[in-house]
């Protein structure tokens, strides 16, 4: 005959005491580390660049990136504004065919916008880390790292 689990709760006392702690240490065997979010989250979202593999941002030219929806990216590279087609699959990200708009950036403003395109060209996977989201990029030792503004 099959001993069901209530009958032998009702048998042994002690079980019941013990189911507590049983269901809190599964729940903390699970383990922890970046949040995960599925790739469908970053839709809406809207984040400003931090740092851009290692270096430093200028604070007066903003890089932006926002997932206005499904399938779409646009933002500001630091001096002009960019859009075109991302693709999320998990933890996976590739932005493809990007255009943007075609005023004069000199200086450490052009150099900027240059080398934040270009590593989003080179973004291999990303992580959210509460308000922060990370891309891996190709050739690049260091992360892009973003701050989210929106929502």
């Known amino acids: 005959m099959p001993l069901h689990f209530s009958a032998a709760l009702g048998r042994w ?3 019941w005491l013990l189911l507590p702690l049983f269901t809190v240490l599964t729940a903390c065997a699970i383990p922890a580390g970046p949040t995960a979010l599925p790739a469908r989250s970053l839709v809406g ?10 270096g ?4 007066r ?8 929806e499904p399938g779409r990216v646009a933002g500001s590279g630091s001096c002009n ?11 996976r990200i590739g932005f493809g ?4 708009t075609r005023m004069t950036c000199i200086g450490a403003v052009g150099d ?5 395109l270009a590593a989003l060209q080179q973004a291999e996977r990303f992580e959210v880390r509460g308000t922060t989201l990370l891309i891996h990029a190709r050739g690049m030792d260091q992360l892009l790292r ?3 503004t929106k929502p």
């Not at 430093?56 to 604070?59: A, F, N, R, Y």
């Not at 504004?81 to 933890?91: A, K, N, P």
């Not at 900027?112 to 934040?116: D, I, M, S, T």
Request: aromatic share 12%.
């Open 13 to 15: 006392p002690l079980a």
């Open 45 to 54: 979202t809207e984040w400003r660049l931090e740092n851009l593999a290692g």
């Open 56 to 59: 430093g941002v200028l604070d």
């Open 61 to 68: 030219a903003q890089a932006t990136l926002v997932f206005p």
């Open 81 to 91: 504004r960019f859009f075109g087609s991302v693709t999320l699959e998990q933890d």
């Open 97 to 100: 065919q990007m255009g943007a």
């Open 112 to 116: 900027q916008e240059n080398r934040y």
């Open 146 to 148: 973003f701050i989210r």
